[in-house]
């Protein structure tokens, strides 16, 4: 791929939308490895004390919030169901659910080429990121 | 949007796309996997009561954890490989070399995991 010249616009250099939901695909699944690893260590310090296992462990990193812990050996969710987990957690699912979504975008797109399609197929995918969004953030701060 | 498709399923199966092909398969069925199930799960948080509590349960089961977890280790490691190719795309030419690599990482990860689940599930 040559380099094109740097006096043209950016637009021209092929900065669209499509190009920064390119880089957000993959500069959002660093942000996930890093939520989840900071979540296995969260994990591994609260939940040393009670001898927490690997599996639920790998449970509270996946999403970090209470509700996610509750049908495990955890005895006292004080540490757990504090207001910087729930900002953690509203963190991951907000990057997570758009990601996804992006993903389901690309994958419609192979299949639906027409541009009234493709048109659709992007209102509802932001009507159904806002849906996701707000009914996942009011089970994360409703617990 | 002059896109236009000539080829049929039975030659897109036949396609030997080898690694790179199946990477790409796996990385889409994964994908696809965990946006129906999580989407599933949430509104199943969401609703709770009987039904929400009868399809979380489900997701507690052992064999859909396995699977489930496929979903997620794959996407993960083979996210991270796409993630630093495209950052860096001189790597884009060890792209083969690299899908080896990955599975040398997925697998024995996948299987401690597959353990993990399953001897809890025993009642660890």
């Avoid at chain 1, 690893?37 to 004390?49: N, S």
């Avoid at chain 1, 991951?92 to 399609?117: C, K």
């Avoid at chain 2, 507690?60 to 280790?73: A, K, R, S």
Wanted: hydrophobic share 55%.
């Amino acid at each position: 791929m040559a380099a094109k010249p740097r006096n043209l616009s950016l637009s021209q250099r092929g900065l669209n939308f499509e190009m920064l939901m390119w880089l957000f695909t993959r500069l959002s699944a660093l942000a996930m490895y890093a939520f989840i690893l900071f979540g296995m260590i969260g994990a591994l310090y609260m939940g040393a004390r009670t001898q927490m296992n690997f599996a639920d462990i790998m449970r509270w990193a996946f999403m970090p919030n209470v509700v996610h812990v509750q049908d495990t050996k955890v005895i006292n969710f004080d540490l757990w169901a504090t207001p910087f987990w729930k900002v953690i957690s509203s963190g991951l699912l907000l990057i997570a659910v758009a990601h996804g979504v992006h993903g389901l975008v690309v994958i419609a797109d192979d299949y639906l080429a027409g541009p009234r399609a493709r048109q659709i197929v992007r209102i509802i995918s932001i009507l159904f990121m806002l849906a996701m969004i707000l009914i996942g953030g009011y089970v994360l701060w409703s617990s | 949007m002059g896109l236009k498709r000539n080829v049929s399923l039975a030659t897109a199966l036949r396609y030997k796309g080898q690694g790179p092909m199946l990477t790409y398969i796996l990385h889409r069925i994964s994908g696809l996997g965990m946006a129906i199930f999580i989407t599933i799960h949430i509104l199943a948080s969401f609703a709770g009561g009987r039904g929400g509590v009868f399809v979380n349960s489900i997701y507690e089961n052992w064999l859909f954890q396995i699977f489930i977890f496929f979903c997620v280790m794959f996407h993960a490691i083979n996210g991270m490989r796409i993630t630093i190719q495209d950052l860096w795309p001189k790597a884009i030419k060890y792209e083969r070399e690299a899908i080896w690599v990955e599975w040398v990482i997925f697998l024995p990860l996948y299987a401690i995991s597959v353990l993990v689940i399953v001897r809890t599930a025993m009642g660890g």
